[in-house]
């Protein structure tokens, strides 16, 4: 049986090391994880909330680093125009930081995805905790 900082430094630590290029926890902190986990939290839940927070994002600014990125992650261009196709985006709206951009999320988004089980495990982790914690009391 944890404490509740215990079990905030266990989630620091997981979300440390999924290597992502972002830290979901700048946008939900691991007490919020904490409080959620025990009204069901699941991690369609937190992929909603991160989604909501807007920490997939990708900001690619500037059309040098656009193109680079673009042409790394997709030279034919065709998923980050079937993307932002996707967004409704208009020919007319459309440049290399926007379609870099709307890539970048995507990537975000897939590459979170990929570690679902990981976090449903961490979840499952954090909910038998607080629940052994609430048997012995």
């Keep these: 049986m944890k404490t509740k900082e215990e079990?905030?430094?266990d989630i620091e630590n997981f979300f440390q090391n999924l290597n992502l290029d972002?830290?979901?926890l700048d946008y939900i902190s691991a007490n919020e994880i904490l409080d959620n986990i025990e009204g069901n939290?699941?991690?369609q839940d937190f992929f909603d909330d991160l989604d909501n927070?807007?920490?997939?994002?990708?900001e690619i600014i500037y059309y040098g680093n656009a193109?680079?990125?673009?042409?790394?992650?997709?030279?034919?261009?065709?998923?980050s125009l079937d993307?932002?196709?996707?967004?409704?985006?208009?020919?007319?709206?459309?440049?290399s930081e926007i379609l870099?951009?709307?890539?970048?999320?995507?990537?975000?988004?897939?590459?979170?995805?990929e570690h679902e089980h990981e976090i449903?495990?961490?979840?499952?982790y954090l909910e038998d905790e607080l629940n052994s914690d609430k048997a012995s009391d």
């Design 7 to 9: 079990l905030t430094q």
């Design 22 to 24: 972002f830290n979901p």
């Design 41 to 43: 939290y699941n991690y």
């Design 53 to 58: 927070s807007e920490a997939f994002n990708g």
């Design 67 to 79: 193109i680079e990125y673009l042409l790394k992650h997709d030279p034919s261009l065709r998923d």
């Design 83 to 95: 993307i932002a196709y996707q967004l409704g985006f208009q020919i007319k709206e459309l440049n």
């Design 100 to 113: 870099a951009s709307v890539l970048a999320t995507e990537i975000n988004r897939e590459d979170f995805a």
């Design 120 to 124: 449903e495990d961490l979840f499952e």
